[in-house]
């Protein structure tokens, strides 16, 4: 089985940076996502990362141990827009995924 | 292009009744997901077709729950004699073809809220 976790909430001023830790304990290992969650829309997706290491995509940037079994994302120049729950999901050897319960991160101006 | 779709976006059904919930994935994505969604929760995984076939529904909770995806393209999830607790989100995703990790990234639909009363 997995087992997955993240705080439940964070907030941040605008312009500000937030890293949103994860720590996992898995069965197995194919990958580890981030997705993003608007109060009552679906998730979308953040990013993945497989090897150890630091992957960016503008200001959002996610960083993987597995060794640590451990992920943060980075979510860099705040917007208000980037209030929401953001969701960490490990995919195990059968390409299934399983899912934290999500933080939720609230912007302030 | 068009991404995941699911109908109804919400349902609102009495104990005891069947329902229905419809999804249709990304054109050309071979791999759909059926996840439960309760509030304050990441989702839970329930079912996963590669193709028509089911190829892991370990996460069925019972035998009231069942998903059918005849043509390999749309899916219906259907539960029978539903319980109130069965209400949550149920959230459909289709990704494109087990060739890799990466291939496997998961696309969301926006949802259907169930609510059992």
């Known amino acids: 089985g997995q087992n997955i976790d993240q705080p439940t909430e964070m907030t941040a001023t605008e312009g500000a940076i937030v890293q949103i830790n994860c720590t996992y304990q898995t069965s197995g290992f194919n990958g580890l996502f981030w997705y993003q969650q608007h109060a009552g829309e679906a998730p979308t997706f953040l990013s993945y990362?497989?090897?150890?290491g630091l992957e960016e995509k503008g200001r959002f940037s996610s960083f993987l141990s597995r060794s640590k079994g451990y992920s943060y994302l980075l979510l860099k120049e705040l917007q208000m827009k980037d209030s929401a729950s953001y969701l960490c999901a490990v995919m195990d050897n059968d390409y299934k995924l399983s899912f934290g319960a999500g933080t939720t991160v609230t912007v302030r101006a | 292009g068009a991404g995941v779709s699911q109908t109804p976006s919400n349902k609102v059904t009495e104990k005891g009744k069947y329902v229905e919930l419809r999804c249709d994935p990304i054109?050309?994505?071979?791999?759909l997901y059926w996840y439960r969604q309760s509030l304050g929760q990441g989702p839970e995984f329930l079912i996963y077709?590669?193709?028509?076939?089911?190829?892991?529904d370990s996460g069925l909770p019972n035998d009231r729950f069942f998903a059918v995806r005849p043509e390999g393209s749309v899916s219906t999830l259907k539960i029978q004699r539903t319980e109130r607790g069965d209400s949550a989100v149920y959230l459909c995703?289709?990704?494109?073809?087990?060739?890799?990790?990466?291939?496997?990234?998961?696309?969301f639909g926006p949802g259907t809220r169930l609510l059992v009363l």
């Open positions: 054109s050309g994505h071979t791999a």
């Open positions: 995703a289709s990704s494109l073809e087990r060739t890799g990790p990466r291939q496997e990234t998961q696309y």
């Open positions: 990362n497989v090897l150890d």
């Open positions: 077709f590669q193709g028509t076939g089911a190829a892991d």
